[in-house]
C-alpha cells in the first residue's frame, strides 16, 4: 500500500488546490520553515482539523470577514490484491456488508445511478498486479466522504461486496450501503492504523501498564513499551529490530522491556556496550535517555516488524538525531526496503536528501501567504549531484541559498566574505560564495570549449529547482590577453567578471602583512617588513615569477598586475623561513590570515574586490527581485 497522491486544498498555508503525488520508495519534502511541509504531513493523516487558510484573499475587508470554513484533502492509495482482500475482509465486514466470492465470473449488471448493486472486484492473478485506488474526500463544513474503486484487468476469481454505486463516466463511485457515519469510517481506521506519522517534537517514552497487548505503535510512541514486549513471540523481527538499533547507535548494546519493579507496568530499558546483561540496574529507561533514542526506535519498529507494507511519515528527522545516525539511520532503512515501506520525510537538510536517494523531491515554497509544490524527479537529484561532484561542491554547500557566487578556488572561498563582512554596507545574507575546481578548463585556447565549461556551471546553479536561480563568477585573469578576457566576459553577459590581476594572492603582496603572518609562525626566523621588501626588490622581476608572458614595461602597476603572486609567496616563504615554511603547502590558511591583517589595518588595498563583489552581488540581487513578479 501506498499513498499515490494528495491534493489540499484551503487548509492552513495552502490556499487554492495543491497537488503532490508521489512514489512508492523514497520521498523527501524539502522547503524552509513555515513553507508548509508540516500542513502536508498532517493532510496525510486522513483527518485534518478545520483551519482555512486566512489571506486578504479570504478576508479582503475586515477581520470579521466570514471565511470559507472547509479545509478539505483528497488523497489516492493505491493496494495490490491481497491487501485489498484484507481490507474488505477486517474492514467491510465489521459493518455488516457481505463479502462472496464468486466461482462463476459473470457480467457486471448496467446499473442505474445510485442503485444498490452487487460490484465484482477483480483480482488478477497475471503477470501484472491488479491495483485499486481509493480516494477519501474530506469536507469540514459538510462531512461527507467517498469512495473511489479504479480496477482493470482479467480475473478468474472474483469477489463481491454490496455497495452503493453510481456511475461518474468511466469512473465507479463507491460507498458501503446504508449510512456513511457507521459503514465508511471503519475503512479509514484500518488505513489509519498502515500510515504512521513520527513528528519533530521531542516526547518522553515511559511505562506502559504490564496487561496491555497492542502490536499496533501509537502515533506518539506512548505504548513503545507495549509493542515492544508483543515482540518477544515473534523472534526474527525482534533480532532484525535490536541489528538496526545498533546499527544507528552503536554505543548501545541492547533494548529490553521489563516490569517496573514495585509496580503493575513495564519499561524500556537501553544497555549500553559496557554493561552485561545481568546488570539491569544500570541500564537506563528510555523515559531518562536522549529523545532521539526513542524516536529512532519507534521508526524502527514500524519500519523492520510490520507484517504488511507502510506508510511512514517522518518529520524534520534531523531535529532529534546527529546527521551521522540520522544517516545510519536511513541506510538501515532502506537496508530493509524488501518490506515495501513508502516513505515521506519533510525536511531542510541536504544531507536527507543525499542519504535517500529519493525516487521524487517535494519542493513547498511559500510566496506570501500560500504554499506551492513543486515535484523534481529523483532522477534529476542524482544528477545535480554527479554535477556538483565534478566542481567539487555538495548539495549541502548550495542547498537553501538564494544566489551562488563562483569564485576561482578554495582561498577565495574564504577570503571573500571576510571583505564583505568589513568592507560592506550590507551582508551577503542569502549569497553563496563557492570556489570551483579545475579553472583552468575556463582557460583553454579553444574558445568554443571555455563556453562548453562556463555553461556547465550556469546548467549548475539554474538547472534544478533545489538550487537558486541566481549565479555569479569571479576568476583570476592568469595572464590571459585583454582580448580573451573581453571575449569571456562578453559571453558572460554580465554573469562573468574577472580580477584586475592574475590572481589573488597578488593583493596580498603587503610586506608589513607577510612579516606579521611569517612572525606568528613557529621556528619561522624573526623577519621585518623592510626584509620582505628587501627580498621582493632582488627577486620581483625574474622571469619566472611571469608565466606565459613578461610586460613590456617594468613598472610598479604592470607588476603588481601581472605577477604570479602565489608562485612568489612560495619561494619567499622558502627562503626567508630557511626551508622550514612554503606558501603553497598552506595556501588557504595563509591567505585568510593575511587577508584577516590587511582588513584590520590596511583596508583599501582589497577595495577594488570589495567593489567587484558588490556589483556582482547588486546584480544578484536585482535578477532575484525580477523573478518575483
Not at 548539495?395 to 537553501?400: A, H, I, M, T, Y
Not at 611569517?518 to 620581483?540: G, K, M, R, Y
Amino acid at each position: 500500500m501506498y499513498i499515490q497522491s494528495l491534493t489540499i486544498k484551503n487548509y492552513k498555508s495552502f490556499g487554492p488546490a495543491v497537488t503532490v503525488n508521489f512514489t512508492p520508495s523514497f520521498n523527501i519534502v524539502v522547503g524552509q520553515n513555515n513553507a508548509g511541509k508540516t500542513a502536508l504531513l498532517e493532510a496525510l493523516t486522513l483527518y485534518i482539523a478545520s483551519h482555512p487558510h486566512r489571506s486578504m484573499v479570504t478576508v479582503p475587508i475586515a477581520r470579521a470577514t466570514p471565511l470559507v470554513t472547509s479545509s478539505q484533502t483528497r488523497i489516492s492509495f493505491t493496494l495490490d490484491p491481497s491487501e485489498f482482500d484484507y481490507f474488505l475482509r477486517h474492514g467491510m465486514p465489521l459493518n455488516g456488508v457481505a463479502i462472496m466470492i464468486m466461482e462463476d465470473p459473470r457480467p457486471l449488471p448496467a446499473p442505474a445511478p445510485t442503485e444498490e448493486i452487487a460490484l465484482k472486484i477483480f483480482n488478477t492473478i497475471t503477470s501484472q498486479p491488479l491495483t485499486f485506488t481509493f480516494i477519501f474526500t474530506v469536507s469540514h463544513d459538510k462531512p461527507d466522504g467517498e469512495l473511489q474503486i479504479d480496477a482493470a484487468g482479467n480475473s478468474k476469481t472474483q469477489q463481491r461486496i454490496s455497495l452503493s454505486v453510481r456511475y461518474d463516466g468511466d469512473c465507479l463511485r463507491v460507498s458501503p450501503v446504508g449510512n456513511r457515519e457507521t459503514q465508511l469510517p471503519a475503512f479509514e481506521q484500518l488505513l489509519l492504523q498502515r500510515v504512521y506519522r513520527f513528528r519533530a517534537e521531542r516526547s518522553a517514552m515511559g511505562p506502559n501498564p504490564s496487561g496491555a497487548t497492542d502490536e499496533i505503535l501509537a502515533p506518539d510512541g506512548s505504548n513503545l513499551a507495549t509493542v515492544l514486549n508483543s515482540l518477544q513471540g515473534r523472534t526474527s523481527a525482534l533480532s532484525r529490530f535490536k541489528r538496526g538499533v545498533r546499527a544507528v547507535f552503536p554505543d548501545i548494546q541492547d533494548v529490553v522491556v521489563q516490569a517496573v519493579p514495585g509496580s503493575d507496568q513495564r519499561q524500556v530499558l537501553i544497555f549500553s556496550q559496557n554493561i552485561t546483561p545481568d546488570r539491569d540496574d544500570l541500564a537506563i529507561p528510555l523515559a531518562e535517555s536522549g529523545t532521539g533514542v526513542g524516536q529512532v526506535l519507534c521508526i524502527l519498529y514500524v519500519a523492520l516488524t510490520s507484517r504488511q507494507p507502510q506508510v511512514i511519515l517522518i518529520d524534520e528527522p534531523q531535529s532529534f538525531l546527529h546527521p551521522a545516525a540520522l544517516r545510519r539511520l536511513i541506510s538501515v532503512l532502506k537496508e530493509y526496503s524488501e518490506h515495501q515501506h513508502q516513505y515521506i520525510i519533510t525536511t531542510h537538510s541536504p544531507s536527507i536528501i543525499t542519504a535517500t536517494d529519493p525516487q521524487m523531491v517535494v519542493l513547498l515554497r511559500r510566496t506570501g501567504t500560500r504554499s506551492t509544490a513543486t515535484p523534481i524527479d529523483g532522477r534529476d537529484v542524482r544528477d545535480l549531484h554527479l554535477a556538483l561532484a565534478e566542481v567539487g561542491a555538495r548539495l549541502s554547500d548550495v542547498f537553501g541559498a538564494d544566489n551562488i557566487l563562483w569564485v576561482e578556488g578554495q582561498t577565495e572561498e574564504k577570503c571573500f566574505p571576510l571583505i564583505v563582512a568589513a568592507l560592506r554596507s550590507q551582508p551577503l545574507r542569502g549569497t553563496v560564495i563557492l570556489g570551483v575546481v579545475q579553472t583552468g578548463d575556463f582557460q583553454k585556447k579553444d574558445g568554443q570549449h571555455k563556453k562548453l565549461t562556463y555553461e556547465i556551471y550556469i546548467r549548475l546553479s539554474r538547472g534544478a529547482a533545489l538550487l537558486p536561480p541566481g549565479v555569479g563568477f569571479i576568476f583570476d585573469r592568469e595572464g590571459q590577453s585583454p582580448r580573451t578576457v573581453e571575449d569571456l566576459e562578453r559571453r558572460g553577459g554580465g554573469n562573468l567578471t574577472f580580477l584586475d590581476r592574475r590572481m589573488y594572492e597578488n593583493y596580498l603582496l603587503h610586506p608589513d602583512a607577510i612579516a606579521a603572518l611569517a612572525n606568528t609562525l613557529e621556528n619561522f626566523p624573526l623577519i621585518t617588513a623592510t626584509n620582505v621588501q628587501s627580498w621582493l626588490d632582488a627577486h620581483q622581476w625574474e622571469r619566472s615569477y611571469f608565466p606565459n608572458s613578461f610586460p613590456s614595461t617594468q613598472t610598479q602597476e604592470a607588476w603588481v598586475k601581472n605577477v604570479d603572486g602565489a608562485k612568489l609567496l612560495d619561494a619567499l616563504f622558502r627562503e626567508l623561513s630557511e626551508g622550514l615554511y612554503t606558501y603553497d603547502k598552506d595556501k588557504i590558511v595563509y591567505g585568510v590570515k593575511l587577508t584577516q591583517w590587511l582588513l584590520k589595518h590596511d583596508p583599501p588595498v582589497l577595495q577594488e574586490i570589495a567593489s567587484l563583489i558588490d556589483r556582482h552581488l547588486q546584480r544578484l540581487a536585482a535578477s532575484a527581485d525580477a523573478t518575483q513578479f
